[in-house]
Nanobody
Framework: QVQLVESGGGLVQAGGSLRLSCAAS????????MGWFRQAPGKEREFVTS??????????YYADSVKGRFTISRDNAKNTVYLQMNSLKPEDTGVYYC???????????????????WGQGTQVTVSS
């Protein structure tokens, strides 16, 4: 069983920045692919970014809507994945979820069905 706990959400003005964290339980965090999704009211959960590995190379993938503004990273020593969000826009508002897939192999993993565990979510609100 893997438990994921997100933190770092909040209210920010457009153009501002936030950094989300997702702390994972388990001793094999480095073997998980990780992803961030978000869900706005009345909308489906959508892919934001993911991070996986092939050999010694880390690969990250981004939704077009956040490319160049958001950055995913991970610290395996702290069992934590981060989402740095810059130049925030009102359309970035939503609940942000961290997800873990029990397979580190390189893949975009853009579908929620490709993940095995989910956090409870953290609210991000961007005011105009």
């Amino acid at each position: 069983q893997v438990q994921l706990v997100e933190s770092g959400g909040g209210l920010v003005q457009a153009g501002g920045s936030l950094r989300l964290s997702c702390a994972a339980s388990g001793r094999t965090f480095s073997s998980y692919a990780m992803g961030w999704f978000r869900q706005a009211p009345g909308k489906e959960r959508e892919f934001v970014t993911s991070i996986s590995r092939s050999g010694g190379t880390i690969y990250s993938y981004y939704a077009d809507s956040v490319k160049g503004r958001f950055t995913i990273s991970r610290d395996n020593a702290k069992n934590t994945v981060y989402l740095q969000m810059n130049s925030l826009k009102p359309e970035d508002t939503g609940v942000y979820y961290c997800a873990a897939a029990l397979d580190i192999v390189r893949s975009p993993r853009r579908s929620p069905s490709e993940y095995d565990y989910w956090g409870q979510g953290t609210q991000v609100t961007v005011s105009s």
